[in-house]
């Protein structure tokens, strides 16, 4: 007959040692993950920012109608489209707006304060502007040409940043020619 040897089993404190080191590496695992799901929103906003600058270029250049008319009355027409950021209030840090631009015998309106007209834009949760070139940027394209308007700049800087690490920034430049880069 045949004896059987028990002493091939783990024992209870090498049972508890193993589930501790797997504790301890899940732990430091999911810490990263939020660092890292916190710099993905950022990167994830620069972009949504770059692209809706992109968006109002579009809309530009494709002289996609909005009726200024209606809006403000005989004497208004289109002019074009731009995106405006405001980094005056903490509020105001975390959205910015696509709107058009209407004009009627030089002057003209961006419906800036009008919630309906246009698109407010929220940045994602946990990031906001941080700085601007001015403190108010308005960027305005205008057709047919690819016109940029930056409001008497040569080049705008938006520079976006964590909420929780102003020092993780993402920097979108846009020149005169309506070149979109993201750093």
Request: neutral net charge; aromatic residues 8%; glycine residues 8%.
């Amino acid at each position: 007959m045949k004896q059987f040897n028990n002493n091939n089993a783990f024992t209870l404190t090498e049972l508890l040692v193993i589930c501790g080191i797997i504790l301890i590496l899940s732990a430091i695992i999911l810490a990263d993950y939020r660092v890292g799901e916190r710099s993905f929103a950022l990167q994830r906003s620069a972009h949504k920012l770059a692209q809706d600058l992109r968006v109002a270029q579009e809309l530009s250049m494709s002289a996609k109608a909005f009726d200024c008319v209606a809006e403000l009355g005989a004497g208004w027409k289109m002019k074009g489209y731009g995106i405006i950021l405001d980094s005056t209030t903490e509020e105001k840090k975390h959205f910015y707006l696509l709107k058009p631009r209407c004009e009627s015998g030089g002057s003209f309106k961006e419906f800036e304060d009008d919630d309906t007209v246009g698109e407010k834009i929220s940045l994602e949760k946990g990031v906001k502007i941080k700085t601007l070139t001015q403190n108010s940027l308005k960027i305005f394209f205008y057709p047919p040409e690819p016109e940029v308007d930056l409001g008497g700049l040569n080049t705008a800087e938006i520079t976006i940043c964590l909420k929780t690490d102003e020092a993780k920034i993402k920097k979108i430049i846009i020149n005169k020619t309506g070149l979109i880069n993201v750093e």
